[in-house]
C-alpha cells in the first residue's frame, strides 16, 4: 500500500514537471485554432511579380518557422537576383520543404494512386548539334524505361477517375546514368515558386479535421488558396478542361513542365521543353461517365492499361522537344523560368525525336511501381536546369523525400531504381546497403590506385551561366502576367470543351460554402473570359455580378488561339485500341456477332459480350459464346462505343431490365456510337431520342454496315449538334 502511495506521488510529480510545457504548447495551438469572435482581416498587398502577399494585422499571430523566427516572406524563395537560381541557405524554404516531405509515412504525399510499366525508348532522330546526351546521338537506338502514371490528391485508395491532374514519370535507363524526366499530363503548373507548394496540396487535400473530401478539390479550402493566389488562374482552366478525366494512360499527352537546357559536345546551350504525344490521340470522357466509371470500375485506367500490354496492344508515345534560344526567351511575353506558362506550339513547332512503347507489365507491384522513386535532379550529360525557381526546388525535395518514404539514402541499390550503367564510387553502408566498396579503401584523392576517380571529359558539366545580383526575396516582373496564357487556353477550345469548363467550375464552386470565395473566383474569371464568367455566375446563381480584379500587369488579350490545347481538334485517326460493348441476348446472329469481333480487331479494336448472364451467350448456331460483362456490372461508360446484338424476343426481355436501358441511354447521352439489328429497334426507341440522337445511330445489317460503323466509331463522339 505504502510502496503504491509512492508511485503515485512520484507519478504526480512527474506531470507536474512536464505540466508547463504541455500547457504552452495546448496554449499555442489554441492561439492559432481558437476562432475569433470577428475574424480579423489580414491587409492584402501584391507584390512586384503579381503574388499577393496576406499581412498579420490585429489580432492574427505572425508566421514563424518551426524555431519561432517571423517570416517576412512566405511566397517567394531567396534568389541571387530576379531571375537568379535557388539559394540553398534559404532556411524557411528547407524547412517548410522538408517538414512536407515527411508528413506521411508510407504513402506518397502526393501522387499516392499510381501504376506502372516497362518498354523501351527508341531514339527516331538524332540531335548531337543540340545536345550530347548518348541517349540521343544514334538513330534506332533503344533504351529501357519505367513509366508511372499517378493522380495527385488521392490517397492510394481513391478512384481512378478523379478529376485531377495526372503524373507521366518517365526512368530513362541510359548508358550513362538514370534521367527521369518527371511530369504530368498538363505542361503548367499552379505555383510559380515552390514555397508555395506545401500550401497547394493542404489546400487541394482532405480537409484537416474530417478527412475529406477525398480525390476532389470541390470544397473551400482548394477554392480559397486558389481564389487567393491569381498565378493559378491559368492551371485552373486547364483543371477545369476534360484534360483531367481521361478515358485511358494511352490517351493523354505529357509534360516536362519546366525549361530545361540541352548542352552540346561545343558547351553551346539551348533551352528545351518536353512533350510526349500519343500515337493513339488524345481522348477524354465526359463527367457523368466519370462519376458512373468510378461507381462501376475504380480501377478502370490500370485495368485498361494492363490489358492493352497483356494483348499486345502496346501503347506508344513520340517524345517532343520545343528548343529556342536566348534570343527567343528575350522577346518572347513570358518569362520562360515560369512554370505557370507555356510556349504555344504555333511558335515552336515540337520536334519528334524518339518514340516511347509500353510492353511490359510488372512482375510485383509493390517491387517496383510502389518502391520506383524518381527525383527531377537525375539527369545525365548533355541536360543542365535552368533556374525555374519551382524546379531547383523540387531537385532538393524530390531526394529528401525518397530518403523519408524508402528509409534509407540506399534506396537506389532497389532493382526498379538501379541504374543499369556501371555505378562506382566510395558511398557506404547506411540501413539497407547492398553495394558497398571492397578492400581498405573507401575514399578519394588515395595514392593506393584503386577505385573511381573524376573524368573532365566524361563527366557532367554544368552550364556555366553568369550569375549575378543581390540576395532576394522576389520573382521576375514578367511572372505577373496571371491571365493573358489562361484565356488563350480557353478560347483555343471548341464550344463543346468551352461548356465543359463552364460546367466544371459550376460544379467544383457549388460545393464551396462561403459566397465570397466563389464570388472572387467569379471575379478572376471576368479577366480571362466575360462569357464564361457569366456562364459560371448564371449556373451558381449569383444575385450581382462582382468587380473584376484588377490584374498585377495588364492582360494580353490579342494572343491567337492554339489548336494544339483543345483534346477535340487533336482526336485520333483510328478506332485503334478502343473497346466496343456487344450488348447481346441468346439466340444472337452468330455469324454477325463473329464478323463483327472480327472486324473490329482488324481495326486494333476490342469487342466485350455484355449480356444478362455471366454464364455465357447462346447464339443461333447453338455456340454458348463466352461473357465478359453481366449487364449490371458492365455499364456502356466503360466502353468506347455499342452495338446492340437482340434478338426481337432477347430485346423485349431486356426492356424490363433497368441495367440494359442505362446502358444504351447512357451511351446515347455521352454522345457515343451505337450499332443495331433491326430486331434490336424497339429496345433503341424505348433509351433513346432517335430523332436527337439519329447520327450516333447505324442499323447493321450486313458487312457494309459494320464498315460504317467502324468509320463513324474513329471520331470517337459526335459532338456535331453541340457546337
Not at 505542361?187 to 497547394?200: E, G, N, S
Not at 477524354?284 to 485498361?304: C, F, L, Q, T
Not at 535552368?386 to 524508402?406: E, I, M, V
Not at 456490372?633 to 432477347?650: E, K, N, Q
Request: hydrophobic share 35%.
Amino acid at each position: 500500500m505504502i510502496r503504491q502511495a509512492r508511485w503515485s506521488i512520484l507519478a504526480l510529480l512527474m506531470m507536474l514537471a512536464v505540466s508547463p510545457t504541455l500547457n504552452a504548447q495546448d496554449t499555442r495551438s489554441e492561439a492559432m485554432n481558437k476562432p475569433a469572435d470577428k475574424p480579423t482581416q489580414p491587409k492584402t498587398v501584391i507584390g512586384e511579380g503579381g503574388e499577393l502577399h496576406q499581412q498579420a494585422t490585429g489580432d492574427l499571430p505572425v508566421l514563424t518557422t518551426q524555431q519561432g523566427m517571423s517570416v517576412a516572406d512566405d511566397q517567394n524563395s531567396l534568389k541571387a537576383g530576379e531571375r537568379g537560381g535557388t539559394l540553398i541557405e534559404d532556411t524557411h524554404l528547407r524547412e517548410k520543404l522538408f517538414h512536407f516531405d515527411h508528413e506521411r509515412i508510407p504513402e506518397r504525399v502526393v501522387h499516392a494512386r499510381g501504376f506502372g510499366a516497362h518498354g523501351y525508348f527508341e531514339t527516331t532522330k538524332a540531335i548531337p548539334e543540340l545536345t550530347s546526351a548518348d541517349i540521343f546521338q544514334r538513330v534506332g537506338e533503344k533504351t529501357p524505361v519505367f513509366v508511372r502514371f499517378s493522380t495527385v490528391a488521392g490517397n492510394k485508395g481513391s478512384p481512378d477517375l478523379a478529376r485531377d491532374v495526372r503524373g507521366f514519370a518517365t526512368k530513362f535507363y541510359t548508358k550513362t546514368g538514370n534521367w527521369d524526366l518527371v511530369g504530368n499530363n498538363i505542361p503548367v503548373f499552379f505555383i510559380q515558386d515552390a514555397i508555395k507548394f506545401p500550401d497547394l496540396i493542404h489546400a487541394a487535400k482532405d480537409e484537416p479535421d474530417r478527412g475529406f473530401p477525398q480525390a476532389q478539390t470541390a470544397h473551400d479550402n482548394f477554392w480559397d488558396f486558389i481564389s487567393l493566389t491569381p498565378e493559378s488562374m491559368h492551371m485552373v482552366m486547364w483543371i477545369m478542361s476534360d484534360r483531367t478525366i481521361p478515358r485511358s494512360f494511352r490517351f493523354m499527352e505529357g509534360f516536362g513542365v519546366h525549361s530545361f537546357r540541352f548542352i552540346n559536345e561545343e558547351g553551346k546551350s539551348h533551352y528545351v521543353k518536353f512533350h510526349w504525344k500519343p500515337k493513339q490521340g488524345l481522348q477524354s470522357v465526359v463527367w457523368d461517365e466519370a462519376v458512373k466509371i468510378n461507381g462501376a470500375d475504380p480501377d478502370y485506367h490500370r485495368r485498361d492499361l494492363w490489358n492493352s500490354i497483356e494483348k499486345g496492344d502496346f501503347p506508344e508515345w513520340e517524345l517532343g522537344v520545343q528548343v529556342f534560344d536566348d534570343a527567343f526567351a528575350d522577346k518572347f511575353p513570358f518569362d520562360i523560368l515560369d512554370a505557370t506558362k507555356l510556349i504555344p506550339e504555333e511558335e515552336v513547332p515540337v520536334q519528334i525525336i524518339g518514340r516511347m512503347v509500353l510492353d511490359r507489365n510488372v512482375e510485383n507491384f509493390f517491387a517496383e511501381t510502389e518502391q520506383v522513386a524518381f527525383c527531377t535532379q537525375n539527369i545525365v550529360p548533355g541536360f543542365d536546369f535552368t533556374n525555374d525557381p519551382l524546379l531547383q526546388a523540387r531537385n532538393f525535395s524530390y531526394l529528401d523525400t525518397q530518403l523519408k518514404r524508402l528509409g534509407s539514402p540506399n534506396f537506389t541499390h532497389i532493382p526498379i531504381n538501379a541504374a543499369k550503367a556501371l555505378v562506382s564510387n566510395f558511398q557506404q553502408d547506411g540501413h539497407m546497403a547492398i553495394h558497398n566498396p571492397k578492400g581498405r579503401v573507401n575514399y578519394e584523392p588515395n595514392s593506393w590506385g584503386t577505385g573511381p576517380r573524376e573524368s573532365a571529359e566524361k563527366g557532367f558539366k554544368s552550364f556555366p551561366e553568369k550569375v549575378e545580383g543581390t540576395k532576394q526575396r522576389t520573382r521576375s516582373k514578367k511572372f505577373a502576367d496571371h491571365y493573358s496564357q489562361a484565356r488563350q487556353f480557353y478560347i483555343s477550345q471548341t464550344n463543346v470543351e468551352q461548356q465543359h469548363i463552364a460546367d466544371a467550375l459550376v460544379f467544383e464552386l457549388s460545393k464551396v460554402q462561403k459566397a465570397d470565395i466563389r464570388n472572387r473566383m467569379v471575379a478572376h474569371l471576368m479577366n480571362i473570359d466575360e462569357a464564361l464568367s457569366q456562364k459560371v455566375a448564371d449556373g451558381l446563381g449569383l444575385q450581382k455580378m462582382p468587380e473584376a480584379l484588377k490584374p498585377a500587369r495588364e492582360t494580353i488579350t490579342d494572343l491567337k488561339p492554339s489548336p494544339a490545347l483543345s483534346i477535340l481538334k487533336n482526336g485520333p485517326e483510328s478506332f485503334k485500341g478502343r473497346v466496343v460493348g456487344a450488348l447481346c441476348s441468346d439466340g444472337v446472329d452468330a455469324e454477325l456477332l463473329k464478323g463483327v469481333a472480327q472486324s473490329l480487331k482488324d481495326a486494333g479494336a476490342t469487342m466485350k459480350i455484355v449480356a444478362p448472364k455471366i454464364g455465357g451467350v447462346k447464339g443461333s448456331d447453338g455456340t454458348l459464346y463466352k461473357v465478359d460483362e453481366k449487364i449490371d456490372g458492365g455499364p456502356s461508360v466503360l466502353f468506347d462505343a455499342i452495338v446492340v446484338l437482340t434478338t426481337t424476343d432477347g430485346a423485349k426481355n431486356l426492356m424490363s431490365n433497368p441495367a440494359a436501358r442505362s446502358f444504351i441511354a447512357d451511351a446515347a447521352n455521352h454522345h457515343k456510337f451505337i450499332g443495331y439489328l433491326e430486331s434490336s429497334t424497339p429496345l433503341i426507341e424505348q433509351n433513346v431520342d432517335t430523332q436527337k440522337a439519329s447520327p450516333q445511330l447505324i442499323k447493321i445489317s450486313n458487312a457494309g454496315d459494320v464498315n460504317t460503323f467502324l468509320e463513324k466509331c474513329s471520331q470517337i463522339r459526335h459532338w456535331e449538334n453541340l457546337e
